[in-house]
């Protein structure tokens, strides 16, 4: 692990938030976090524990209130909205459990969508968008719009749509809460795929241990602190 390049450092991170002068409610109490590139990890903790808190400071969508953060040697601590946007874009790929798709839009226009934003070309997102629909094997139902899939078929439209600007980093919250035992499994036998024949660096939010024992490095977090780290098995579980 100490030879390969670091992806995510947090470096001491509170986040409080301010509920009522002179109240204040601590979330997480300094929290120190390292991920390295290609790995998958997981984050592991109850409801209320502080795991999707610490989600979204992860995936730059809200700063903490004290610490340090340094996202693929960006300081995300001192990046302004408009960097953080292009971060958020460029460098990582979300999937949550509700999908986040465009009701209206078909998968393929949905999964174009990041490129879209990064300025992409029509010709090259299109064929960008395809090639990653084949890679999800979602490629028949590429013309479909959201409400005409399945859940299981949702989720892999948006880990196509995740992976569009070939991000650094996939972050997925609690991906397969929504699916049933067997097509979650089929979910996480996509992440595997992508860690190990792509290298991509993934951070699992889950409050599964099963899922959680599949990764290689599982973090427990309780009431916002690291309460446990340890070796995961790194292995899909049998179906």
């Known amino acids: 692990m100490e030879d390969r390049k670091l992806m995510i450092d947090l470096r ?27 790995e ?16 979204n400071i992860i995936g730059a969508l809200d700063k903490p209130t004290e610490g340090d953060y340094t996202l693929d040697g960006v300081n995300i601590i001192e990046a302004r909205d408009r960097e953080l946007s292009g971060i958020r874009n460029r460098k990582i790929g979300f999937v949550f459990q509700t999908y ?31 090639e990653l629909m084949k890679l999800v094997e979602m490629e028949e139902r590429m013309n479909h719009t959201p409400d005409e899939l399945s859940g299981g078929q949702k989720q892999r439209v948006a880990i196509a749509r995740a992976m569009a600007n070939d991000p650094a980093i996939i972050l997925a919250d609690e991906p397969t809460g929504a699916l049933d035992s067997k097509t979650g499994r089929k979910i996480m036998d996509l992440f595997h795929r ?38 995961g098995d790194g292995k899909h579980a049998d179906i």
């Not at 998958?40 to 989600?55: D, W």
């Not at 999964?111 to 968008?129: D, N």
């Open 12 to 38: 001491g991170i509170v986040k409080r938030f301010y509920i009522g002068q002179p109240n204040e409610l601590e979330i997480l109490h300094g929290i120190d976090l390292k991920v390295c590139d290609g």
């Open 40 to 55: 998958f990890v997981s984050i592991v903790g109850a409801s209320g524990s502080g795991k999707s808190t610490l989600m």
């Open 100 to 130: 986040n798709l465009i009701a209206r839009t078909c998968a393929l226009k949905n999964v174009e969508l990041p490129m879209l934003y990064r300025g992409m070309g029509r010709r090259e997102r299109s064929m960008r968008a395809k």
């Open 194 to 231: 992508l860690n190990e024949e792509q290298g991509k660096t993934i951070v699992l939010i889950t409050h599964s241990p099963e899922l959680a024992q599949e990764t290689q490095r599982i973090i427990t977090v309780s009431d916002g602190s690291i309460i446990g780290e340890r070796k």
